[in-house]
């Protein structure tokens, strides 16, 4: 008996030997394989391009209401509406045309970290430190709570939610380290995505229709590329030297943005598969929360720690403009649906858009 | 308990392994070519890129007076 399990344990050492060497095989090939591809410089090929000109983006409105600060917001897809949720408990939508706003739900808890839109623009979604995630149906008549409906269920805060291309399957990040893909419908899980070793904080879907990819981003400082039919992670994307806060993918889904707690931006090539721009600047030195392209992908738009907004020309890596208005912290942003537009939700309690 | 902790060392590493032969496996293009399909990407779409190029109605912004009035 004691000689048996023995002979285990140095099987299982030997194996471990093995494997481990295996491992270190396989990532040397790996880092070999990609550096044969490493052919150019992003912002030297960018050298030749037009400069931008000087932009004419301003503040347009003011959206206020929450009485805690905000900490995440979503388009509709009619490019009006606006979904925000806030530290203070409450899911707001707002009309961003008139700065009314059209329903308020309170939730179980403080600190709902997510919200999204449906496609349709017809069912909204929330969650945060309650662990779950809550579909909420919008129509004039009803007050949203009443035909709310718990669609996911973490082990940990809700960090981050989004639709599909549907209403009816929601994609959900979490502080437990996992994503997962749920029914609507019946409130089930499809698919869960284990791999990241931290708190995923931010996910987004692959804008290509053939996609079925998103990329996901946390406190591990890795990004990883998931396939969402098998739940395995196709790619993964290491370089912060901090906690990735937000990943948004290049509009024509080649690519993806990265903005962590580490003060840079950086952009993801998905093809290369590798780091193809670091965004920084010596004078930056707080972290990043929130990413967004505009609809060609030349612009680059990350809400910073230190209040401000930058823009930076995505090819040639280098920063374009400083917007400057939020009193605190910009936690979140996104571009309108029709690019025409830029919505930034902040610590100071309130969202701004700027056109 | 070693022989239970080589163990779940082993089902790390194997998972490591599979992990990492799909990475492998997944086909990799040029850097040159992804940045100049990223370039042609940018410069079909900056005209109708609305935060670069101003639309002339933006509902956001405040409307031109009209003169003829």
Known sequence: MATESLGKILRTDESVEALTREAETLKAKLAEEKAKLNDVDMCVVSQRLESLQQFNIKPRRVLKGHQGKVLCMDWSSDKRHIVSSSQDGKML????????????????????????????????????????????????????????????????????????????????????????????????????????AGDVMSIDLSPTETGNIFVSGGCDKVAMVWDMRTGECVQMFEGHEADINCVRFYPSGDAFATGSDDATCRLFDLRADREVNCYKKESIIFGCNAVDFSVSGRLLFGGYNDYTVNIWDALKGTRSAILYGHDNRVSCLRISPDGTSLCTGSWDYTLRVWA | MPAYRDSDTVRKLSGEIDQLRIHASQPRVKLSETIREMINYCNANMQSDHLINPEKENPFKPKKTCLIL
């Not at chain 1, 700065?99 to 309170?106: D, I, P, Q, R, S």
């Not at chain 1, 949203?144 to 639709?163: I, N």
């Open chain 1, 93 to 196: 939508i707002w009309d961003a045309f008139t700065t009314n706003k059209e329903h308020a739900v309170t939730m179980p808890t403080t600190w709902v970290m997510a919200c999204s839109y449906g496609p349709s623009g017809s069912v909204v979604a929330c969650g945060g430190l309650d662990n779950k995630c809550t579909i909420y149906p919008l129509s004039l008549e009803e007050d949203p709570a009443s035909k709310k409906k718990a669609v996911a269920t973490h082990t940990s805060y809700l960090s981050c939610c989004s639709f599909t291309c549907s209403d009816y399957q929601i994609l959900t990040g979490s502080g437990d380290s996992t994503c997962a893909l749920w029914d609507v419908e019946n409130s089930q899980l499809i698919q869960s995505f284990h791999g990241h």
